[in-house]
């Protein structure tokens, strides 16, 4: 049963900071179980900032190596291994960061006192790459200048829910209950079969995050989110910057609308901001020319699936 | 001449951040030239938050390579490229530093487009790493858990002063001053001998701005720091917890205390708080009573050298 599924905007900024926004960083909450994705430079400080319990996060997604993404790493990993931290936590991430990491335990001579379950996610389509009875999460490739995934975490339909009032009436006995979430028809004493859909109710649906860290306008991202409940979309640039936003491998945030309105998503969130834009109105705006149901994934607010 | 010669403190947090303390920085400005000394994590941050102006830095100074000290500087190379910078910036600092920068380089694909100037410290006792007219830079080693300096930044005395009054008494030319500056008497037509202590006053001294970034208590730093004007000097710990300071090799603030008062400073300023400390004031209190004239460097004050 998910209780809860949302995500809480740790950092809505371009590779350059400004006073007011931080680099890249998101925070899912799966039932207080924490996935962090990205983790740009000052990550661990908007934690504290917003409150966060660290010793929940159980995973850690990369999706690339600029460093806006993946720069407060380091730091977070030594700071919960400061704090007594013994779990294991998953890395998820591009082939280099394992590498990275090591050599900058070894320079700095830190050691990380809990075991890091590396897993390499890769650019060949939509890779399975953790499954619980949860939840499953997926990596799907973006164009961008170097190695770079999106993902999708996607929660498992819950179990079919008993229907207490007709189970009552047929009665059925609790001991049948497990069966009867499973999916499974009840035979009576009497040799009668009850259909399993008379005494249950539909379940619960599952539900999918899908994540687009860095990427230029690409049609190929559809199908990775398509049906999407809630869809973070970079939008690094307005239209007018459509030029920049090609050459730098970035979207703009009509594209992003129109990569929302095409996927059929329920939702999108953008980000990844330009410095160069002190009020971000406009861009909400524009992406909404395409997509109604759009707003900015500002820090601090959190987004229910 | 130097109108100016101070310190503004932008991180005094010691490895773990807390909610309103950062790692390790400070900013040094001898005549509007900055001198950046550490640059822990999200100093970036920091430097936007005080409106300090980037392209103003040209040297950064590392004391050693613990995440808290150098995490921050990938990110803000890259965002100095990224504003377009191209004035040469000097990194000065240990041994495998310049490595782990271009290994981040190298595996971001992140080019810096200003050239890189690396000078790297050493544990043989007071280096002189830099001199240009205005002031000298000198490391010094400190003790620590791995290879760790310090840094004194010294301004130089300035040219002796011309007394108008008694030079124009004697009718010195204009075209005479800048020997009298530089010390020389002044042969009047007469062939007499005016003393150049008659015709000037005595110069703008030289100051010294001292910083103890990582150490266990260790009077061997006393002979670098002697007579400083402003010593910063870490205190991670309050006495109480002395074995625990000894084990990680940091100081108490009542050894910090000691330590500024052995050398004959004229101020102490102490940082680096463990985020076991909620208040600060009894860490200051505790190196009063060692050493009266001092405070805590706490972020976004700015002390006068």
Do not use: W
């Amino acid at each position: 049963m998910i209780n809860t599924f949302e995500v809480t905007i740790l950092g809505c900024s371009s590779a350059s900071p400004t006073p007011d926004r931080h680099p890249s960083s998101q925070l899912v909450n799966i039932n207080n179980q924490y996935i962090l994705i990205d983790c740009g430079e000052g990550t661990q400080n908007q934690i504290f900032k917003y409150h966060i319990k660290f010793s929940r996060i159980s995973k850690i997604l990369i999706s690339h190596l600029h460093g806006d993404h993946f720069l407060g790493l380091p730091g977070l990993l030594s700071t919960l291994s400061l704090n007594g931290r013994i779990e294991p936590l998953d890395i998820i991430g591009p082939p280099g960061l394992q590498p990275f990491l090591e050599y900058f335990c070894k320079v700095s001579e830190t050691h990380i006192k809990f075991p890091l379950n590396y897993i390499e996610t890769n650019m060949y389509g939509l890779q399975q790459i953790f499954t619980c009875d949860k939840y499953d999460i997926y990596s799907f490739p973006l164009k961008h200048r170097i190695t770079c995934t999106g993902f999708m975490i996607k929660t498992k339909a819950g179990p079919r829910k008993i229907n207490k009032a007709v189970c009552d009436k047929y009665e059925v006995p609790l001991t049948a209950y497990n069966s009867l979430k499973a999916g499974e028809d009840y035979a009576m004493e009497s040799g009668h079969i009850v259909e399993n859909k008379i005494l249950t109710l539909d379940p619960q649906e599952g539900k999918a995050y899908s994540y687009v860290s860095d990427s230029i306008y690409d049609e190929e991202i559809i199908q990775y989110v398509q049906d999407s409940d809630l869809l973070y979309h970079e939008s690094t640039f307005l239209h007018e910057m459509l030029e920049r936003a090609n050459e730098t491998f970035h979207t703009t945030a009509l594209q992003a609308g129109a990569i929302a309105k095409a996927a059929s998503v329920s939702k999108l969130i953008i980000g990844h901001f330009s410095a160069r834009y002190k009020t971000l109105e406009p861009l909400v705006e524009e992406a909404r020319t395409e997509f109604m149901n759009t707003d900015l994934a500002l820090e601090g607010l959190t987004f229910a699936v």
